[in-house]
């Protein structure tokens, strides 16, 4: 079936001007195109549709407005925006609410790529086995009130690391856990930090987002006690692979967003595992079994169980929550990265590594082996950088959830 997406520009030029660049794709795309937001938002009310790709700058509506509501509305529509250099204010007001940033200028070929990179994510979660699946989870991870509080605050330009660290310094628990884990071996820090202000200066926004997303998501479900399964072993696991796969990145001279999105994406690389975990433990009990006994990494112990396995439900809920393309894709893919659309080093590339490195480093056997997709870092031209990744690789002893 083809994907339906809509173009949304108030130049008539502009709009002219995709319609005549994207021609050649009707016959995989059906597209549609609208001058303005409430034009737009008249048009997904007649017919959703999978993808909106907005302008930034436009009268009355302006892009962010447009993909907030979108994102209020239309939850699982893909959303993607058109920016130019001194858009930087609108910007952080698309935060949490845009799944993707294409600059312009942009030529045709970044934007059909970038396209059918968010198509082919959104694809690979969509069977209905994990909709039944994600549908009859009582217990959601649910985005908290304090994230919410940091995007609002990034909707002011004027806001400072300051004003974010004061607004985290209001839940005492979450500021425990924040400091808990600036102070400990994981990030190496000469000094000590003592208040989240000071976290903020020293970590940036995306990775203090991403920290508060995941400690919120992990602390939901830690008193849910399941034999054989331990939450504060999998945060451990998780943070040492969001730190390796940040390392594996800067080894590969990526710029610092590509750094912080694999550092994103491994930290919540394994969320889908811990929500099974929670709301299923009779059947999770099951995949420890399988996996015990019969020798399965627990992927293939879950499809057995469940028709789909962790990865697939993260990247599923994670794509809810509107987080970007590519760290959405780094979850879902991050067992079977040659099934992603893009073939050169990303996000996807570093956490795929860096859980295999961290599962092996934890527990060395020959069960670890199939992490490691050998012909996908070859078909990258990757695999001599493997020994190299190795060698610097150095496992943390990182806090627990308490």
Excluded at 72 to 86: E, F, N
Excluded at 369 to 379: G, I, N, V, W
Aim: hydrophobic letters at 45%.
């Amino acid at each position: 079936m083809k994907k339906r997406i809509l173009f949304v520009d108030d130049e008539p030029l502009v709009l002219q001007g995709l319609q005549r660049m994207l021609r050649p794709m009707r016959d995989e795309w059906e597209m549609e195109f609208s001058d303005s937001g409430a034009k737009a938002l008249e048009l997904m009310a007649a017919d959703p549709f999978d993808m909106v790709v907005s302008d930034m700058r436009m009268p009355g509506m302006n892009g962010a407005e447009l993909l907030a509501r979108v994102m209020q509305l239309y939850p699982k529509t893909v959303r993607l925006i058109l920016s130019g250099h001194a858009d930087k204010e609108l910007i952080l007001k698309c935060v949490g609410s845009t799944h993707q940033f294409l600059s312009k200028p942009c030529d045709p070929e970044a934007i059909r790529t970038t396209i059918r990179r968010a198509a082919a994510t959104d694809d690979a979660l969509q069977s209905d086995a994990l909709k039944q699946l994600v549908g009859r989870l009582g217990r959601l991870p649910s985005v908290p009130t304090l994230y919410s509080e940091i995007i609002d605050a990034l909707h002011d330009p004027d806001v400072t690391l300051d004003t974010v660290g004061r607004i985290v310094g209001k839940d005492i628990a979450m500021t425990a856990q924040i400091l808990k884990l600036v102070n400990s071996a994981f990030f190496g820090l000469r000094r000590q930090v003592s208040s989240p202000a000071e976290a903020a200066n020293y970590l940036g926004l995306d990775t203090l987002r991403s920290l508060v997303l995941s400690i919120n998501a992990f602390s939901q479900f830690e008193k849910v006690a399941i034999p054989g399964f331990s939450f504060p072993a999998l945060w451990t696991h998780s943070v040492d692979t969001g730190a390796t796969a940040k390392a594996i990145a800067q080894l590969e001279d990526a710029d610092r967003k590509l750094a912080d999105e694999a550092f994103v994406a491994g930290l919540l690389h394994d969320t889908g595992k811990m929500v099974l975990a929670a709301n299923c433990p009779a059947e999770y009990a099951e995949v420890l079994r399988l996996t015990a006994q019969e020798g399965l990494v627990p992927c293939e112990a879950e499809q057995r169980v469940f028709g789909v396995n962790h990865a697939d439900v993260g990247g599923y809920l994670l794509g809810l929550w509107g987080l970007p393309v590519t760290v959405v894709e780094a979850i879902a893919f991050h067992h079977r990265p040659a099934s992603a659309a893009v073939k050169s080093f990303c996000p996807l590339t570093a956490v795929h590594v860096a859980n295999a490195l961290v599962h092996h480093a934890a527990e060395p056997s020959p069960a670890d082996e199939p992490r490691l997709d050998a012909a996908y870092l070859q078909s990258l031209g990757l695999e001599a950088r493997l020994p190299i990744w190795r060698e610097h690789f150095q496992p943390t002893a990182t806090p627990a959830v308490p």
